[in-house]
């Protein structure tokens, strides 16, 4: 079996088999990058290089400390260097338990791809998993923790494995909802497919605003690359039942993976995005009382 048991805190710690290459078009910046995504050893995490036009690389480790406020993306700044929208490839590299991978990118945004996770999951999957002689460290959380900004608020609190319940409500539409634990296969299945979303007006206004000015804001933002609505629908129609808030949750998997191991905890999201995923994760990782290393 390629995946090895879901509970993260029993298991070796893996890399990649094979190094994997993906291009595509970024979503904020509209330019092509190319991404390398190669095997690492032992307790190296998940580190992205950036390859300057210098010929200089400077290493971004996938940690909380440097992560950097963005609109609409995960985002990393070390030395002056910005990676961003990365939670896609870090949701699916958690997910599908690979530890250690080195990132190797020429441009400072990630490809978009389809807005989901599935062309990522698809490439690991291909390039295979590597067992390491060294036991995996999960973060077990033994009390309480959350954060609220108005109706938005994220907890998590003790449990077995990580378990994610997620509740958006959007206009038109009304409420929606996801709940379920997060295993290689769940994730694959139901929540990979999921695609970035948002209103259709909205984004061609804002890749309109990022056209006039000059900055790079929603510049690769399409129906190829989005799930984009209009009123109770999206165009082109949903892929899967609740799409938007199985994005949330996607995009929850890969901020969680900035505390540098697999969380295990039964996660509770309202309304939650990026700067609250955040806010949790800093709460929690800054609380040295309320996690432990398994």
């Not at 998993?129 to 077990?140: K, N, S, V, W």
């Not at 901020?255 to 309304?271: I, S």
């Amino acid at each position: 079996m390629w995946f090895a048991p879901h509970n993260q805190a029993n298991r070796q710690q893996d890399t990649l088999a094979l190094p994997f290459e993906r291009s595509g078009r970024s979503l904020h910046s509209g330019r092509y990058a190319t991404v390398r995504v190669c095997p690492a050893p032992v307790g190296h995490g998940i580190v992205f290089r950036r390859r300057l036009k210098d010929g200089r690389t400077i290493d971004v480790p996938a940690l909380w400390q440097y992560r950097e406020s963005q609109p609409l993306s995960l985002a990393l700044r070390r030395e002056g260097i910005l990676v961003r929208t990365i939670e896609h490839l870090l949701a699916s590299l958690s997910a599908l338990q690979i530890d250690n991978a080195l990132v190797e990118i020429d441009a400072d945004e990630l490809p978009i791809f389809d807005g989901s996770a599935t062309p990522w999951c698809e490439a690991i999957r291909a390039a295979g998993r590597r067992e390491q002689p060294h036991g995996c460290r999960a973060i077990r959380v033994p009390r309480a923790v959350s954060v609220r900004s108005g109706r938005r608020h994220i907890r998590i609190e003790p449990g077995t494995g990580l378990h994610v319940t997620g509740h958006i409500e959007l206009a038109y539409i009304g409420g929606l909802d996801w709940s379920g634990a997060i295993t290689p296969e769940t994730f694959e299945r139901e929540i990979a497919p999921s695609r970035s979303f948002g209103r259709y007006v909205r984004a061609m206004a804002g890749r309109a605003f990022g056209y006039v000015t000059g900055r790079d804001f929603l510049q690769g933002v399409s129906t190829a690359s989005a799930a984009l609505l209009i009123r109770d629908r999206v165009l082109g129609g949903l892929r899967i039942p609740d799409e938007p808030v199985r994005h949330r949750v996607l995009d929850l998997v890969g901020d969680l993976a900035l505390t540098g191991h697999w969380v295990e905890g039964k996660v509770t999201a309202c309304h939650t995005g990026h700067e609250l995923n955040h806010a949790l994760v800093a709460a929690l990782m800054l609380d040295r009382a309320a996690w432990e290393l398994a």
